[in-house]
């Protein structure tokens, strides 16, 4: 796939909650050829600071317009979110690997994020909504009620959700974890996808394990050049070690080694 490296007007840039925000670029050459788990690469600031490109997953490529969704973090996150309308950014993509369409004979696709990690699900669940018979279901644990967010796009793509928050302010309290008792797990027919932070991802990798079911996970690192160049952001797997910019960010559920 070939990178685009374009500047792109902000159309939307506001708040999706109190912890999140939404971001919407014009970029119809970029939207027409961005798939579900790939994501861009955006210089926040035209000065130094920050140096390094900031990446982020693609949360939705429509009509035209690439959406992105994100928590202020850090240096960079920060100067993001001062952008306003009409404001240009610098962003370099589609990066990286994109999720699979889940295998023949799946019947139901397991999504399990955590925080942020939602993210590239809006966008896979546009793609997989057209399969009928496919039942969706998203599995999201967040922090606390600011940690969550207005899901109806994701419920008009018939996926159901099902919500963990660590103080219980918002569904069942604890861990993500928690609500894997609550779904039926056929081995022949389930497929996982997962993303969040990596404590998570291997106890998702490691119920995977115990119930002989497949899927594919989508990895976090610090990245410099996000075109596979620098190492910078290599992940240990069971076939050595590999970029998570260019191999991924979209892994087999077992290949990596948390
Ligand atoms: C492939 C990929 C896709 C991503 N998609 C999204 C997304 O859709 N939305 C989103 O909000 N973020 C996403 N991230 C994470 C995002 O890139 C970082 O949050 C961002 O670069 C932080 O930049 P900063 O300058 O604000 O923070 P920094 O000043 O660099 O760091 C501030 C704090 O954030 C922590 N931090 C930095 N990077 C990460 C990270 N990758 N994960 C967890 N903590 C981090 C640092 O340890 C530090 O404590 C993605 C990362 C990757 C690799
Ligand atoms: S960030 Fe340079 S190889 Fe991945």
New binding site residues.
Partial sequence: MRELQGHYRVKINQDLSPK?KHLVLEAPDLASVIEPGQ?VNIR?SAGTE?LLR??????RALNGEVE?????????????AQKKSGDVLDVLGP??QPFSLPPSGTEHVVMIAGG??V??FQILTDALEAHEGLKLTLLYGARTFEHTFNMDDLERNRCRIMIATEDGSVGVKGRVSRLFSDISWDPNATWIYTCG?NAMMAAVQEFAREQNIRGEV??????ACGIGACLG?VVRTVNGYKT??HD??VFGLHEVIF
């Avoid at 992105?68 to 100067?79: D, M, P, Q």
């Avoid at 989508?218 to 990245?223: K, N, R, V």
């Fill in positions: 999140f994501f926040v920050p900031r990446p982020f997953s693609v949360y992105l969704f994100y928590e202020v973090l850090g240096r960079g996150t920060k100067v993001l990066l990286g942020i990690g993210a590239p932070p989508s990895c976090e690192s610090a990245m952001c998570v910019c991924g960010p």
